[in-house]
C-alpha cells in the first residue's frame, strides 16, 4: 500500500480521548491491569495517520500569521461539490445548496429545531446511535424507536410496517435515517431506501439522513445518497456529511449539510445560526480541502481495503473462538456490534463482568447498551492489523474462554 495503516501511532498526551481519558462514567471503566496496553477500541476515531494532504493543508495555512474572520473560499465548496459527485454520484449539486455545521448532530438539532417544536416524537431506527439520543432527547424531542431485524441470512432489514405504524401512531413528521446504519453498518440497497422514502412521504415526513459514514464502505458494497436515491427525495430530505469519520477529523470540527430543497434549506439555516455558535473555524476549512483533493480519494480506498482485512480477521476468529458470540458483518464503518447474550446467558456472566474483563486487560471496547443492544458490545476496528490479532488473542487467553466469576 502507499499509505501508512501498519504503524502503531502512540497518542498519549495528544488529546485523544480514546487512549487519555480511559474513565468516563457510563462509558468506560478503569484503566487495564498492571502489564497489559492499552488497545484503544471503543471511540469512533481512527488509530491511523490521516492523508497527508490534510496536515499539509493545516501547515501552510497556519504559516500565514493572520486568523481573523473570513468567509468560506470558493474552493472549500467546490471540493465538496468534486467529492459528492465522484464518490456519491450527487447529481446538479451547487454551492448554494452546502451549508455549514459544527457537526453532524448540530445539523439534525437545527433541523429538528427548524421542523419540530419541544415535545413532539421523531422516528429512529434501533440499535440507534448514542448522539441521536443524546441529542433529540436534550432538545426536549422524544424519540420513538422502530426496531431493525435479522432476516434468515443474519441481515439487518428495515420493517416498513412498524415504522408506518409508528409514525402514524404517535403523529411524527420528522425521522432521522442512518444511511449507511451505525451501529451494524448496513448499506441499505436502493430499492431498501426507496420503500423507507414511501412510507415517509406518505406521512409528510421530513427525513434527516445522517451519512457520516458514507466514505467507508466495504466489500465492494456501494453507499446511495438518501437524496439520490427517488426522483422526489430531494424534496423532502436533508443530507448530513462530514469528513471527520473518513479522515479522522472530529476534534477539528466541521461538517455540512445539503439540501435541493430551498424551503427546507432556508429554515435550516435560520435555525443553524440563531445561537450564533454555528461557524466555521478556518484550519478546518483548509483540512477539508486538503481531505477532498485527489490524493484524498486514493487513501480513502486503500483505508476501505484496510479496514475490510481488520474485520475479517476479527469475524473469522470471534466464530472461531468464542462461542455464543454472534454478529452481522458490517458492510460498512469500522465497527462491529457483537451480540453477547448467548454467551452470558451460557457462563452465567453478566455483561457488566464481560466487559470489565475486557477493560482490565486493555481491550478498551464500547458498552451497546445505550445504542439499545440489551448484550451489545461495540467495537472500533479502525487500527493496525497487528493490534487487532493482539486483542483477538486476549479476548481468547483471558476473557471469552476463561472463568469470569
Same mark, same amino acid.
Given at each position: 500500500m502507499k499509505y501508512d495503516f501498519t504503524s502503531i501511532m502512540? #497518542?498519549?498526551?495528544?488529546?485523544?480521548?480514546?487512549? &487519555?481519558?480511559?474513565?468516563?462514567p457510563g462509558m468506560a471503566p478503569e484503566p487495564p491491569l498492571d502489564g497489559f496496553s492499552q488497545i484503544p477500541m471503543w471511540v469512533a476515531d481512527m488509530n491511523f495517520p490521516t492523508c497527508p494532504t490534510?496536515?499539509?493543508?493545516?501547515?501552510? #495555512?497556519a504559516k500565514h500569521p493572520a486568523y481573523g474572520y473570513f468567509e468560506p473560499r470558493e474552493e472549500y465548496f467546490q471540493s465538496?461539490?468534486?467529492?459528492?459527485?465522484?464518490?456519491?454520484?450527487?447529481?446538479?449539486?451547487?454551492?448554494?445548496?452546502?451549508? %455549514?455545521?459544527?457537526?453532524?448532530?448540530?445539523?439534525?438539532?437545527?433541523?429538528?429545531?427548524?421542523?419540530?417544536?419541544?415535545?413532539?416524537?421523531?422516528?429512529?431506527?434501533?440499535?440507534? %446511535?448514542?448522539?441521536?439520543?443524546?441529542?433529540?432527547?436534550?432538545c426536549g424531542r422524544k424519540l420513538v424507536h422502530s426496531?431493525?431485524?435479522?432476516?434468515?441470512?443474519?441481515?439487518?432489514?428495515?420493517?416498513y410496517e412498524d415504522m408506518d405504524a409508528k409514525i402514524k401512531a404517535n403523529k411524527i413528521h420528522v425521522a432521522i435515517f442512518c444511511n449507511p446504519h451505525n451501529p451494524v453498518g448496513r448499506v441499505w440497497e436502493k430499492e431498501e431506501i426507496k420503500k423507507a422514502l414511501e412510507v415517509y412521504k406518505a406521512n409528510q415526513c421530513i427525513v434527516i439522513s445522517d451519512e457520516i459514514?458514507?466514505?467507508?464502505?466495504?466489500?465492494?458494497?456501494?453507499?446511495?445518497?438518501?437524496?439520490?436515491?427517488?426522483?422526489?427525495?430531494?424534496?423532502?430530505?436533508?443530507?448530513?456529511?462530514?469528513?471527520?469519520?473518513?479522515?479522522?477529523?472530529?476534534?477539528?470540527?466541521?461538517?455540512?449539510?445539503?439540501?435541493?430543497?430551498? %424551503?427546507?434549506?432556508? #429554515?435550516?439555516?435560520?435555525?443553524?445560526? #440563531?445561537?450564533?455558535?454555528n461557524s466555521m473555524n478556518v484550519?478546518?476549512?483548509?483540512?477539508?480541502? =486538503?481531505?477532498?483533493?485527489?490524493?484524498?480519494?486514493?487513501?480513502?480506498?486503500?483505508?476501505c481495503q484496510t479496514i475490510g482485512g481488520n474485520i475479517d480477521y476479527a469475524c473469522s476468529y470471534i466464530s472461531e473462538h468464542f462461542k455464543g458470540i454472534h454478529f452481522s458483518k458490517p458492510q460498512a464503518t469500522y465497527m462491529l456490534f457483537l451480540d453477547c447474550e448467548e454467551w452470558c446467558r451460557s457462563t452465567g456472566n453478566t455483561l457488566d463482568d464481560l466487559l470489565k474483563a475486557g477493560w482490565d486487560v486493555g481491550i &478498551?471496547?464500547? &458498552? =451497546?447498551?445505550?445504542?439499545?443492544?440489551? %448484550?451489545?458490545?461495540?467495537?472500533?476496528?479502525?487500527?493496525p492489523l497487528s493490534l487487532v490479532k493482539e486483542a483477538m488473542d486476549r479476548l481468547d487467553k483471558y476473557v471469552f474462554n476463561k472463568k469470569l466469576i
Open positions: 502512540d #497518542r498519549k498526551g495528544m488529546d485523544a480521548t480514546a487512549v &487519555d481519558l480511559p474513565t468516563i490534510i496536515p499539509a493543508a493545516i501547515i501552510e #495555512r465538496i461539490i468534486d467529492w459528492q459527485t465522484s464518490r456519491n454520484h450527487f447529481k446538479d449539486l451547487t454551492a448554494d445548496m452546502i451549508g %455549514y455545521e459544527n457537526g453532524v448532530l448540530g445539523g439534525a438539532v437545527a433541523a429538528l429545531n427548524a421542523f419540530t417544536s419541544p415535545g413532539e416524537n421523531i422516528l429512529v431506527h434501533s440499535p440507534t %446511535y448514542i448522539g441521536f439520543t443524546h441529542a433529540v432527547e436534550d426496531p431493525l431485524v435479522q432476516d434468515e441470512n443474519n441481515v439487518w432489514r428495515m420493517d459514514w458514507s466514505d467507508i464502505i466495504l466489500y465492494n458494497n456501494t453507499h446511495i445518497p438518501t437524496l439520490m436515491a427517488t426522483d422526489d427525495a430531494k424534496d423532502f430530505v436533508i443530507g448530513l456529511y462530514a469528513p471527520s469519520k473518513t479522515f479522522n477529523l472530529a476534534g477539528l470540527i466541521g461538517s455540512y449539510h445539503i439540501v435541493y430543497n430551498k %424551503y427546507l434549506r432556508e #429554515r435550516m439555516e435560520s435555525a443553524g445560526s #440563531r445561537t450564533h455558535y484550519l478546518s476549512m483548509h483540512a477539508l480541502i =486538503g481531505a477532498y483533493k485527489q490524493e484524498g480519494h486514493e487513501w480513502t480506498d486503500e483505508l &478498551d471496547w464500547q &458498552d =451497546g447498551r445505550p445504542f439499545h443492544g440489551a %448484550y451489545a458490545i461495540r467495537v472500533n476496528f479502525a487500527l
